[in-house]
């Protein structure tokens, strides 16, 4: 398939006129300066968190592009590989060779992956944008199953739909042909996700969220009500494409969104070059250090001319592949500590609860300990990252899936926790992550 170079179009960015500092929880945990870890993913690893970058298939060739992307992050995210237009040129006939290759690259890496995103009003082939009503619904559902089945068990967390709100200061979704299937389009595009692919965090994602205002305030009561209903999402993304400024509310408002209980990612961080980029880079870290439920950082790209904004040389390196002032300050944010541990207690079923206590790594493994509470009968979901491996469990009754990413866990009498053993196998930085607790 031919390899698209389609640049993301260009958006209005609502921002303040002034940059605001923001004050670190009083809860941070220091990391101790000796221990500093040189690069970003590592850096961030030592707070539980990633620090990803969105790639292109077609530039992996690129030894610069590749040497910084495999030095630097710990998460990768398709720039347009795995969108509907890519995957599903025409209808029925799927096509995933270079979403493939985004997989292979962060798999290769012991990276973990984002995918983005299955369902969008625009990047849509043409064969969809023909269809409405009854048959865009049930094409868009079908496109979600088949797409999220396909990568199961592989992808860390989906950008299930994307940029379905309006902007300006209603609040209210945007006219598109999507919505006007029926106002649960994006409830029902969440389920489909959740049933092809148990292990994926599921999330929406969207821009000129970056602070407590109409649009972010609209999504929020979305999530709210899915929290409510039991509607099944785990995670918000905030774009954050920022100009030379950056709202005084924008650690307030990730952390409203994790209070809901979901977690939060900065997911398609730029900043547009000027005095203040190192500032707001800095600033936008912090934040997200901050919030225990802010699980990683993702830049929309890695040199400034690999930029959907090249004009405006947002990124943290420069064209040559260069370390600019804005990635010191960004890492010397991550190796300035932040809440640590993200949970892992994942949404419960009745009353169970499953909550994982983590080990100390020694050589190529460590162990972790579940405690369950609620449930003396109980199914546990756990997912681990690939190439990591579970070689040993114990006090409980495991399967797994295909991949052998996602283990069930089912108690076997032995009482309310269990255990396993992990293999590194050269991702030192991942960790185990509870998806579900059933009782019963």
């Known amino acids: 398939m031919h390899v698209r170079s389609i640049p993301r179009r260009r958006r209005t960015v609502l921002l303040t006129a002034a940059a605001a500092a923001m004050v670190a929880a009083a809860s941070v945990a220091v990391v101790g300066t000796a221990n500093a870890a040189t690069t970003l993913g590592p850096s961030a690893a030592q707070t539980g968190r990633y620090f990803g970058a969105a790639i292109a298939a077609g530039k992996?060739?690129?030894?610069?592009?590749?040497?910084?992307?495999t030095t630097e992050f710990n998460s990768v995210t398709p720039e347009n590989e795995m969108k509907w237009d890519a995957t599903e040129p025409s209808q029925g006939r799927f096509t995933y060779t270079n979403g493939d290759r985004i997989l292979n690259q962060g798999s290769s890496m012991g990276?973990?992956?984002?995918?983005?995103?299955?369902?969008?009003?625009?990047?849509?082939?043409?064969?969809?944008?023909?269809?409405?009503?009854?048959?865009?619904?049930?094409?868009?559902i079908n496109h979600v199953t088949q797409v999220a089945t396909h990568y199961k068990g592989k992808i860390y967390a989906w950008d299930v739909v994307n940029e379905?709100?309006?902007?300006?200061?209603?609040g209210a979704r945007r006219d598109s042909n999507l919505q006007r299937t029926g106002n649960d389009w994006i409830e029902a595009a969440f389920r489909a996700a959740r049933a092809a692919d148990p292990a994926a965090k599921l999330c929406y994602n969207d821009y000129n969220t970056d602070g407590i205002n109409a649009k972010s305030t609209g999504i929020y009561n979305m999530v709210r009500d899915f929290k409510s209903r039991g509607v099944p999402i785990d995670c918000v993304g905030f774009q954050s494409h920022l100009g030379t400024g950056i709202d005084s509310t924008y650690q307030a408002n990730l952390q409203r969104f994790a209070d809901l209980g979901v977690d939060v990612q900065i997911t398609e961080l730029d900043i547009a070059q000027g005095g203040n980029q190192a500032n707001i880079y800095s600033t936008v870290t912090k934040?997200?250090?901050?919030?225990?439920?802010?699980t990683g950082i993702t830049v929309w790209g890695i040199r400034d001319s690999d930029s959907?904004?090249?004009?405006?040389?947002?990124?943290l390196f420069d064209g040559s592949g260069n370390k600019k002032a804005a990635y010191t300050s960004v890492l010397n944010a991550l190796n300035s500590g932040g809440t640590t541990?993200?949970?892992?207690?994942?949404?419960?079923?009745?009353?169970?609860?499953?909550?994982i206590t983590p080990g100390t790594v020694w050589g190529d493994r460590y162990n972790t300990s579940v405690s369950v509470a609620g449930a003396n009968a109980w199914t546990v979901v756990v997912v681990i990252t690939a190439p990591q491996t579970i070689s040993t469990t114990w006090s409980g009754s495991p399967t797994w899936d295909s991949s052998r990413t996602v283990m069930t866990m089912k108690s076997n009498g032995s009482g309310n926790t269990f255990g396993f053993t992990t293999m590194l196998n050269g991702n030192s930085s991942a960790r185990p992550q509870i998806r579900s607790c059933t009782a019963g």
């Open 164 to 170: 379905a709100f309006a902007d300006g200061g209603s």
């Open 287 to 294: 934040a997200c250090l901050a919030v225990s439920r802010c």
């Open 111 to 140: 990276a973990k992956v984002r995918g983005h995103a299955l369902l969008w009003h625009q990047q849509q082939p043409g064969w969809a944008q023909a269809l409405s009503g009854t048959a865009l619904r049930n094409a868009a």
């Open 341 to 355: 541990n993200p949970p892992t207690t994942p949404p419960t079923s009745g009353t169970c609860t499953a909550t």
């Open 60 to 69: 992996l060739g690129d030894s610069t592009y590749t040497r910084i992307l």
């Open 308 to 315: 959907w904004r090249s004009g405006e040389n947002p990124l």
